[in-house]
Structure formats: C-alpha cells, structure tokens
C-alpha cells in the first residue's frame, strides 16, 4: 500500500510526471495492493504464485530503470522516455544521494519478494 500510495502521491499531489518505465513498474504494483489485501483479509497464504511473478516482473523493470536512470548516456537512442524532462538525466528528487523513486520501487518489490519466500515458514511455526 505504501508503494501504490507513495506513487499516486508524488504524481498527483506532488505533480512529477510519470514516466514509461514508471508506469510498466505501477502496471505490476497496483494489482499487488488488492490482491495483497484479499490475501490478508481471508488469510489465503496460497498467494504466492499470484503475488511472486508480479512481483520478479516489476522488480526487473524497476532494476532496469535504476540502470538506465545511472547509466542514461550509455543509451545511445533515447527511446526511453524516463523521469522527467530529460530522460533520467535529473532526477525529481534524490534522498542520501543514492534513492529515487524507481529505488523505492525496486526496494518494494524485494520487500514483497522477501516477504512472501518467508510465508511458508511462518506458516508452519
């Protein structure tokens, strides 16, 4: 939720404009917000295979967005339209100098993956 919440905040009270890689990462977040709250609300543990290839697919995106975002001007044809005016080449905002929003996105995604390899664990405790 904080992921899906922490997005819509930064672009509809905030005003940055989402970028493609930013909404391929969001087509993969949103659905996980319900479908994690269903799971939590009847106690489903049998998630997982939902919840997981969401999950490995938008952490994919939201590594190769922190790669193209470092690493722009390896890109020779800027096809990729990312954050912001220029594509990645500034960032809306930089916290420790190191995380931007496709970090927290990524950060999200490992959380939830983490999470979930936990689940059957708990499970038979």
Known sequence: MAATFGSLYFS?????????????????????????????????????RYVLPLSWIGGCISLFHILYQRFHTFFEDNSIVACGPTPCASNYFVWFGFITIPVLAFTAFILIILLLWKLPQIEEE
């Open 12 to 48: 509809e009270i905030k005003g940055y404009t989402p970028c493609d890689l930013c909404w391929y990462q969001r087509i993969f977040m949103y659905p996980l917000t319900i479908i994690l709250a269903i799971a939590c609300y009847n106690k489903d543990r049998s998630i997982t």
